[in-house]
C-alpha cells in the first residue's frame, strides 16, 4: 500500500495534508524519514507521524444509535446521512442495511464487505429486534397472526415474533430487512406505525449509547457478531 494511502486510511490528514507531512520529513517508516508519497509500506512495517506510531487497521465495527432525521446512505447531496455523525474520515465505511430516515435506533457500519454481506444474508437469520408504537389498537390475535408467514404482496414474510406491551406498543423481532418491513406488517394488522427504533442487532444492543452516540465494537463482540451459524 502506497505509503500516503495508509495515513490517510488511519486519519491522519486529507490525502493532500498527508503529502505535505511526508514531504516536510514528518514520517518515518521502520525508523527512516520517507520523503515519497508513493512509498510501498507492509502492514507490519513501523510507520510514525512525529514519533508517534500508527498501526492499521484494516476493518473498522461501528455502532451507532442513529437519530430521525439521517438517511442511512454513505453520501446524499441534500440530506443528511449517517456518515455525517460518524467521525471516521476511511471512504470505504457503510452501513449494514438500512433504517428508514424516521426510524431511531441500533445501525452496524463496518468496511468488512464480507461480514456485511453475510449479516444480510437471508440464510443466515440475523435478528433484529424493534420497538414499535402504533396509532390503533393492536389486534388480540396480531402474536398469532406474525407467527406465521405473511404474503405482503411481492414477499412472503418469514415467522417473527411479538411481545405486546400495551394496546399500542411491542417488540417484533424479524430475521429478514425488507424495505419497510415493520411497517408493512403492521399495516397488515390495520395499524400505522408511528415510532420506531431497533433496538438489537443480533448480539448487539444500545446499553450505553444516547441516541447520535457511536462506538467501535469490542474484539468479543465482532467475534460473536462473525459467528452467524
Ligand atoms: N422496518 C421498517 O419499516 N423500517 C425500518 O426502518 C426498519 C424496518
Known sequence: MRLDKYLSDMNVGTRSSVKELIKKGHIKVNGIVIKKSNYKVNLN??????????????????????????????????????????????????????????????????????????????????????????????????????????????????????????????????????FHQVKRMFKFIGCEVTYLKRVQFKNLDLEGLEIGDYRHLTDEEIFDLKNYK
Open 45 to 178: 512495517d513501523e510507520i510514525t507521524v512525529n514519533d508517534k506510531v500508527i498501526n492499521y487497521i484494516e476493518y473498522e465495527y461501528i455502532i451507532l444509535n442513529k437519530p430521525a432525521g439521517y438517511l442511512s446512505a454513505t453520501e446524499d447531496k441534500k440530506q443528511e446521512t449517517i456518515m455525517d455523525i460518524i467521525k471516521s474520515k476511511r471512504k470505504d465505511l457503510v452501513p449494514v442495511g438500512r433504517l428508514d430516515k424516521d426510524t431511531e435506533g441500533l445501525i452496524l457500519i463496518t468496511n468488512d464487505g464480507k461480514l456485511n454481506h453475510d449479516l444480510l444474508s437471508p440464510e443466515n437469520h440475523v435478528d433484529k429486534k424493534y420497538y414499535v408504537e402504533v396509532d390503533n389498537k393492536i389486534r388480540n390475535d396480531a402474536q398469532e397472526i406474525f407467527s406465521n408467514p405473511i404474503d405482503l404482496g411481492d414477499f412472503v414474510t418469514k415467522p417473527s415474533k411479538l411481545e405486546i406491551l400495551s394496546d399500542t406498543k411491542a417488540y417484533l423481532t424479524i430475521s429478514e430487512g425488507k
